[in-house]
Antibody, heavy 121, light 107 residues
Framework: EVQLVESGGAVVQPGGSLRLSCAAS????????MYWVRQAPGKGLEWVSF????????YYVDSVKGRFTISRDNSKNSLHLQMNSLRAEDTAFYFC??????????????WGQGTLVTVSS | IQMTQSPSTLSASVGDRVTITCRAS??????LAWYQQKPGRAPKLLIY???SLESGVPSRFSGSGSGTEFSLTISSLQPDDFATYYC??????????FGQGTKVEIK
């Protein structure tokens, strides 16, 4: 059974930094692209970042480019999101998700339960 | 690519047939997915490739469309189906974009 468990969410001041992690199990992590998707409280879903299976292809939504960095450690089955220069509009639940197909960039299929990031003074 | 769903809210009764539409700002061929999300829960994939049913999803859910116009239909609404539904295009890698969501509520 695929399991994705996010951690690292917290309350942080504007301009601060935070590192989110996602622990993966139940599948061959190194074979799949991974996503971060966020959802502001009471709002819709917004894709944030994607990293392919070997880390060779990385994409970000424009609003986080230059501030967020996605990475993965295939030896530890873990995904990370380093978030710097945080803004109030980054406040959201952050979900990690696994791609539908091995070695492909398709769509998120399996999702974690999310971790809450609150940016507030 | 912008994704526009309608309606934003839908009031229906158990047993009703309901349809949600999703329009893309340019052709996405059949690269469209539908998700269901309940309060406090992660999204759940229902449909991919516009009309392919994800494993384990009840057959009362169906998807159709291609190009720029798509729809999700629930043939007979069940109590467990009251939730928010999102479409998502995956033709263009960056960015992947979601519709704004359609909340299906009890009439």
């Amino acid at each position: 059974e695929v399991q994705l468990v996010e951690s690292g969410g917290a309350v942080v001041q504007p301009g601060g930094s935070l590192r989110l992690s996602c622990a993966a199990s139940g599948f061959t992590f190194e074979d799949y692209g991974m996503y971060w998707v966020r959802q502001a409280p009471g709002k819709g879903l917004e894709w944030v970042s994607f990293i392919n299976w070997d880390g060779g292809n990385i994409y970000y939504v424009d609003s986080v480019k230059g501030r967020f960095t996605i990475s993965r450690d295939n030896s530890k089955n873990s995904l990370h999101l380093q978030m710097n220069s945080l803004r109030a509009e980054d406040t959201a639940f952050y979900f990690c998700a696994k791609d539908m197909e091995r070695f492909m960039d398709t769509l998120p299929r399996d999702w974690g339960q999310g971790t809450l990031v609150t940016v507030s003074s | 690519i912008q994704m526009t769903q309608s309606p934003s809210t839908l009031s229906a009764s158990v047993g009703d047939r309901v349809t949600i539409t999703c329009r893309a700002s340019q052709s996405i061929f059949g690269y469209l997915a539908w998700y269901q999300q309940k309060p406090g829960r992660a999204p759940k994939l229902l449909i991919y490739k516009a009309s392919s049913l994800e494993s384990g999803v009840p057959s009362r859910f169906s998807g159709s469309g291609s190009g720029t116009e798509f729809s999700l239909t629930i043939s007979s609404l069940q109590p467990d189906d009251f939730a928010t539904y999102y479409c998502q295009q995956y033709k263009s890698y960056s960015p992947w974009t979601f519709g704004q969501g359609t909340k299906v509520e009890i009439k």
